[in-house]
């Protein structure tokens, strides 16, 4: 009797140590799922607009020339130094949104957004602007009804760029309400509403002093607002 009392003992004493470890395993994992659904509900409601192997959702406007290498997006001149922009196929009004790139100098490129024709748009430059001096994160808009001005807030400090690294520009564009960041530094905040809705898209500059000039985009999302 005393031997089955200490088997009986022995099993107790074994399946309480099991419950132990299986509850400190269950603690552990813990912070680890609540990581994770905090990081899914970060990314909730934002929408990749490049797919990383083609062009679809894409369209070409012009002779530049724009493809998908490594999973990129790269756009370069055409033939004869020739200009040309890309636009997503939708619009969108009012919105967050975030692309991640790196140039090849001397650049003149920019994000576009709420684009309607080359003359109803912004634009989040990314260039090297010498009359004004102007730099990455400033705001363009061809055709502004301001007397002829385009560029609508100037960007002057050109250290908050990597010339040679990736480099994050943020849109944020909500009713009038107008803000551009390079690399977390806000460069651009106005309200504005001569363009309320449009297309997003990317510009290759006509000119031979820009004929070495790459724009890559590793990535660019958007979240509607």
Not at 9 to 36: D, H, R
Not at 41 to 68: I, M, P, Q, R
Not at 92 to 109: G, H, I, M, V
């Amino acid at each position: 009797m005393i031997k089955h009392r200490g088997v009986l003992l022995s099993v107790v004493c074994f399946t309480a140590i099991a419950m132990s470890v299986a509850a400190l395993e269950a603690e552990s994992v813990k912070p680890v799922k609540e990581k994770a659904r905090k990081g899914a509900k970060a990314e909730e409601g934002w929408v990749s607009l490049f797919n990383g192997k083609d062009l679809t959702g894409w369209k070409a406007e012009g002779k530049a020339d724009w493809k998908v290498v490594d999973g990129m997006l790269v756009g370069k001149q055409g033939p004869n130094n020739a200009p040309g922009d890309l636009f997503t196929e939708k619009s969108f009004k009012d919105f967050e949104l975030t692309c991640t790139y790196k140039c090849t100098w001397p650049c003149n490129s920019g994000v576009w957004f709420r684009y309607k024709d080359s003359k109803t748009a912004y634009q989040a430059d990314i260039l090297e602007y010498k009359k004004p001096v102007a730099y990455s994160g400033t705001l363009y808009s061809p055709g502004y009804p301001g007397g002829g001005q385009t560029f609508m807030v100037i960007n002057l400090d050109k250290e908050i760029e990597k010339r040679d690294g990736w480099n994050t520009i943020r849109v944020v564009a909500n009713g009038d309400h107008i803000q551009i960041l390079v690399n977390g530094k806000k460069t651009a905040d106005v309200h504005d509403k001569h363009v309320d809705e449009g297309k997003i898209g990317f510009q290759v500059h006509p000119g031979a002093e820009f004929g070495p000039m790459s724009i890559t985009v590793k990535e660019i999302k958007i979240k509607p607002l």
